[in-house]
Every structure is written in structure tokens, then in C-alpha cells.
């Protein structure tokens, strides 16, 4: 990966290779922690600014109460902590990735060990190849069903949750295929490994809702755009079939952006890659990301 030069770990800048824990850290052994991904882009006019850092940090703090855990830091130094780990670094792009977990201490399930945070900063590119964005990706149905939420909830975004997504995104890969579709327990279309879905049918633009869904920050703001350009969305439930049958599927995710998927099991899907609403979508994401969109410069929190 592309190593920068420090990590926020605890309140304190630490170099890269020494911001390291105990092999006994809690979360190691039993996944309870939470986490973010948030990008950060440099803008048309030469400054850089983090996309919806506030979005993502109050969800990284309801992941944390969703779990029951206490970050030892006001959710505005956290903000704060991670415009100054992209300065630090000096990046003018890159990926966030602030981390709640429990330190080292007692071993256990009812162990109470300290919670520390990490926020490190890189440089990552296309998440699913450089290709994924413009030619569309070709997914498969997952074995793997993604968890109800009375199991893990999905409203949190827990590192142990992403064991369910390795599994669905391992499985895709050995098939040949570039990524994951994953339904609920009772067999509806629920999400990507890492993204949220979108279909279109005949200029009817729909996403799954409910329980079974990371409440993604992508998903809501091309929500947001979409209705911008006078296209409501239906949040609802889908099925695999309304996905062989849409005119165009796209994900949506922080680092996936906006990716079009062009097959899922084996059938294309639609006539184009990317059709024209998710070429709409793409070009509007980038437009919002780089603070060419008016409306919207409060998503942007400048370095
Ligand atoms: N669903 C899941 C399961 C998920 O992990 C993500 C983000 C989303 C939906 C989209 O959420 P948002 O980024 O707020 O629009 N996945 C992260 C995965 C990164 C990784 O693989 O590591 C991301 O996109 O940052």
C-alpha cells in the first residue's frame, strides 16, 4: 500500500511503522470495534477538502453506540483529528480511515479495556480496477447471506461485520467475478461486500432500504442528487431477478465511488455501460466531491 507518514493514534501523531498495539488487543481476537472509510479530493481550484467528514464521523459515533462503546474524544476533535492527519501527511487525496477499538488488558468477553482510536491516511486508487468505473463490473450472487440485524446490526459498521463481506467478496473472486451481491436473510437484494445498489427500470430509480443495509453516506448523497435532477428514488425491497431485468445497476461506496455493474450471474444487464442515469450519477459525484456544485459545498470540509 502506499504508506504515508503518520497515524493519529490516542491523541497523538505517531511515525507510520510504530503506530502498533499488543497481539493482545481486544478487538483482534473478537472483531468489537468500529470504523470509517472517507475520502478526500482535491478541488477544481487547487484546495483539498474531506467529503462529508461530519456524515461519517456521526455514524462512526452511532457504530460506536450501536456497540455499547464510549470513544474517549468529542466527536468535533475526531473531525478535527482527521483534516489534521491529511495535513500531517500532506495529501491532497487520499482515504480515511478512523478506528475505534478496544485496547489490550484483560482477556474475555466482559473484559472493559481502555477504547483507543486510530485515524491513518493514504493514497488509494480505483478500488475495483481502474476499468470497474468506466466499463462496469461483473458480479455474482453471494452464498452468503448478509446478517439480520438482530444479529450483527447493520447499522453499525463493525469491524467484525466484515467478516460476512470477506467471505461474499473471497467467494465472487475465486468464481472469477469482481464483486458480491449479497441478499438478506429472507432472500432480497441487501448490498455489496463494501457498497450500497442502485437499479434503474425504465427511468424508475430504486434501492433496497431496511435492516439489512450499511446506511451508506455514497447512497445518500446520490439520493440527494438524484432528487436535485427531479428523480425520486424508491427505497424498497428488490430482488435478484429486477436486477437481470433493470435498464442499469450501479454501487455506490466511499471507495468504490459510483461503479456500474454490467452483469450479475452471468447476464448483462441493460444495453449500455454505463447507462445514462449512472453516467449522470458519476459525473454529478465528481462534480459535488471536487466543489463544483454550488449547492452542495457544505458536504466539503476544506484542509
Ligand atoms: N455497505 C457496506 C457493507 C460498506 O462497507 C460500505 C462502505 C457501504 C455500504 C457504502 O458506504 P459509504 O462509504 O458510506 O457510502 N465500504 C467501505 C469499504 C472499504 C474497504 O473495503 O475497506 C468504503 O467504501 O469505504
Redesign the pocket.
Known sequence: MDKSSWIWLDGKFVPWDEANVHVLTHTLHYGLGVFE?IRCYRGDDGRSAVFRLREHNRRLYDSARILGLTIPFAEREIDDACVETVRKNGLDECYLRPLVFLGDGEMGLAAENPVRVAIAAWRWGAYLGADGQTKGIRAKTSSFHRFHSNTLMSKA?TVGNYVN?ILASHEARSGGFQEAIMLDTEGFVA??????IFIVRDGVVKTPGGHS??P????DTIIRLLADEGITVLEERITRDEIYIADETFM?????EITPVRELDGRAIGRETPGPITQRMQRAYLDAVRGRNAKHRDWLVYL
Open positions: 472509510g459498521k463481506s448490498e455489496g461486500s463494501g457498497e450500497n443495509i450499511l451508506g453516506i455514497t447512497r455506490t461506496g466511499t471507495a468504490v
